[in-house]
């Protein structure tokens, strides 16, 4: 079985990562998994009500739920299956996590940014979101990383998605992750 393909969104939170992957979904010519965070999350496949009580401490489950969500991305390429992955790699190691568990496989890694305005008042009208974590993102996570592609996220999702595509299409080799492996 020939792996599949992965398109990783890499943004602040609330960037427009979701809006952006659903629209390349809608346009690209494969089968293509939307997958990310907080389908697990909206799905509550966590115990979502009972780290509101207290009863677990999200503190104590936050690593291995991100480390086993990149190895699960890794198995589902693998098997075949397409990606477009939304994450965020709030640090240097969560980067090196993910280049290492995709090493190997066709994965088109994009930049996801917006202005910190912006991001803010996405933020705040969203209402799920806690105050503060896109402006931590918007600081943060872009530093380590070389992408395949860069969008801006005030352009409408189509829009993006066409450019996106575009350049999905005349990738090469070696790829931002290829060379971030490499280093």
């Not at 209402?127 to 352009?155: K, M, P, W």
Request: with cysteine; net charge neutral; hydrophobic share 40%.
């Amino acid at each position: 079985m020939e792996p599949g393909k992965v398109i990783l969104l890499h943004g602040a939170s609330s960037s427009g990562k979701s809006s952006i992957a659903r629209a390349v979904q809608e346009r690209i010519d494969a089968p293509f998994w939307h997958i990310s965070i907080d389908h697990l999350r909206e799905a509550r496949v966590l115990p979502v009500d009972r780290l509101r009580r207290g009863d677990f401490k999200w503190a104590d489950m936050r690593e291995a739920f991100f480390d086993g969500f990149d190895h699960s991305l890794a198995a589902y390429v693998t098997s075949g299956n397409n990606l477009i992955v939304e994450h965020i790699f709030e640090t240097k190691a969560w980067l090196e996590r993910i280049v290492r568990v995709l090493s190997g496989h066709d994965v088109f890694f994009v930049g996801i940014h917006c202005p910190l305005e912006e991001l803010e008042r996405r933020e705040r009208a969203r209402g799920n979101r806690a105050i503060g974590d896109a402006r931590r993102d918007f600081l943060t996570i872009h530093q380590h990383c070389i992408y395949d592609a860069e969008l801006v996220s005030l352009l409408p999702p189509e829009e993006n998605a066409e450019k996106l595509l575009s350049l999905w299409r005349a990738r090469k080799r070696p790829s931002a992750f290829d060379k971030l492996g490499a280093t």
